[in-house]
């Protein structure tokens, strides 16, 4: 089960290309549940996610996620079956106290300009405990029109 919290971002952290980052590409197959395909660099995934819980304001929402690697050619396949339009962002991975980690897309393309930051939690509790540093912005956990698979229809 995936735990996590999404933030809009009001500014970057310092030094932003010292951290580990990626370029993603995501297409969506099926909205419910979620059914995506992934390229993160030269790393293929097929994903399905299915909401849990949607949660209230401020607090964290609940999936279950299962993810298969695929082929370039198994992802080009399937990308052509996506439907809207694709997603693209670089993730940054950064380190946060606790051992939890910001994972901060910004995005390109039709979604230019848009900064999101999520975090996954062991458990509820962390997640109910858990104080954003001052980069973050207002907690969109539960506004669906954060999510990534309304970005690409919308």
């Given at each position: 089960?995936?735990?996590?919290?999404?933030?809009?971002?009001?500014?970057?952290?310092?030094?932003?290309?010292?951290?580990?980052?990626?370029?993603?590409?995501?297409?969506?197959?099926?909205?419910?549940?979620?059914?995506?395909?992934?390229?993160?660099?030269?790393?293929?995934?097929?994903?399905?996610?299915?909401?849990l819980s949607k949660g209230k304001k401020g607090e964290a929402i609940h999936n279950r996620e299962e993810e298969f690697d695929l082929s370039a050619e198994s992802y080009?396949?399937?990308?052509?079956?996506?439907?809207?339009?694709?997603?693209?962002?670089?993730?940054?991975?950064?380190?946060?106290?606790?051992?939890?980690?910001?994972?901060?897309?910004?995005?390109?393309?039709?979604?230019?300009?848009?900064?999101?930051?999520?975090?996954?939690?062991?458990?509820?509790?962390?997640?109910?405990?858990?104080?954003?540093?001052?980069?973050?912005?207002?907690?969109?956990?539960?506004?669906?029109?954060?999510?990534?698979?309304?970005?690409?229809?919308?």
């Open positions: 089960m995936e735990i996590e919290r999404k933030y809009l971002v009001v500014s970057l952290p310092g030094n932003l290309d010292s951290y580990p980052h990626v370029e993603i590409e995501q297409c969506y197959l099926c909205t419910s549940p979620t059914v995506r395909v992934r390229r993160m660099g030269d790393v293929y995934i097929l994903t399905i996610k299915e909401n080009e396949r399937l990308k052509a079956k996506c439907e809207g339009r694709p997603v693209l962002k670089t993730r940054y991975k950064i380190p946060l106290a606790g051992g939890l980690v910001a994972e901060l897309d910004i995005f390109h393309g039709a979604h230019e300009g848009l900064r999101l930051v999520e975090v996954e939690f062991p458990d509820t509790a962390a997640s109910n405990t858990f104080t954003p540093p001052v980069w973050f912005g207002e907690d969109v956990s539960s506004d669906r029109r954060y999510r990534n698979s309304w970005l690409a229809f919308n």
